[in-house]
T-cell receptor, first 117, second 115 residues
Framework: AQTVTQSQPEMSVQEAETVTLSCTYDTSENNYYLFWYKQPPSRQMILVIRQEAYKQQNATENRFSVNFQKAAKSFSLKISDSQLGDTAMYFCAFMSRLGGSNYKLTFGKGTLLTVNP | DSGVTQTPKHLITATGQRVTLRCSPRSGDLSVYWYQQSLDQGLQFLIQYYNGEERAKGNILERFSAQQFPDLHSELNLSSLELGDSALYFC??????????????FGPGTRLTVL
């Protein structure tokens, strides 16, 4: 079974600074997808960034980028120029194949990020 | 706004009762997924439906069941409720289950409190 581990329950960063959130996962699959979701106080789950395992290039979305190390099964999220609105719980998620063409998301426990003014 | 709607937003009920949570997927999305978010278990996949058919089950209790209707909306039924069932229940939808890449769009969730 796939597992996703986020070793940092809480982190804080000053506004405009850069912060990196860690995520490791365990799988025997070769083709899969990884995601970072953001959950602000509103509780809405918002997709931040995604990475296909077969792509060597790290994904980027504006101020958000990932460091994907497939051999190490590591998938960290870097937030540059942190903003107050980035304050949220961040979940790392692994998309695993259930069988046929059906997939499910397995989530880590989350990292609570606080951006301080 | 993801385009996925869930009702009700909040639900308070007593142990032993039965409740129904409703989800309407994004227009055109055929797959619906249900997730449970609780303090002790985190976010867990419960069940997936595709175009009216059950496709996959996760950590769903036997007291829980779901269905997807011809108009593609889905309902999650929770019965014989226990205190531990108190959680945030998310519905997510995706275009189809056949793609190798399947982004899931989450609804706002239903907060269930069992007293």
């Amino acid at each position: 079974a796939q597992t996703v581990t986020q070793s940092q329950p809480e982190m804080s960063v000053q506004e405009a600074e850069t912060v990196t959130l860690s995520c490791t996962y365990d799988t025997s699959e070769n083709n899969y997808y990884l995601f970072w979701y953001k959950q602000p106080p509103s509780r809405q789950m918002i997709l931040v960034i995604r990475q296909e395992a077969y792509k060597q290039q790290n994904a980027t979305e504006n101020r958000f980028s990932v460091n994907f190390q497939k051999a190490a099964k590591s998938f960290s999220l870097k937030i540059s120029d942190s903003q107050l609105g980035d304050t949220a719980m961040y979940f790392c998620a692994f998309m695993s194949r259930l069988g046929g063409s059906n997939y499910k998301l397995t989530f880590g426990k989350g990292t609570l990020l606080t951006v301080n003014p | 706004d993801s385009g996925v709607t869930q009702t009700p937003k909040h639900l308070i009920t007593a142990t032993g009762q039965r409740v129904t949570l409703r989800c309407s997927p994004r227009s055109g999305d055929l797959s619906v997924y249900w997730y449970q978010q609780s303090l002790d278990q985190g976010l867990q996949f419960l069940i997936q439906y595709y175009n009216g058919e059950e496709r996959a089950k996760g950590n769903i209790l036997e007291r829980f069941s779901a269905q997807q209707f011809p108009d593609l909306h889905s309902e999650l039924n929770l019965s014989s409720l226990e205190l531990g069932d108190s959680a945030l229940y998310f519905c997510a939808s995706s275009p189809h289950s056949g793609s190798s890449y399947n982004e899931q769009f989450f609804g706002p969730g239903t907060r269930l409190t069992v007293l």
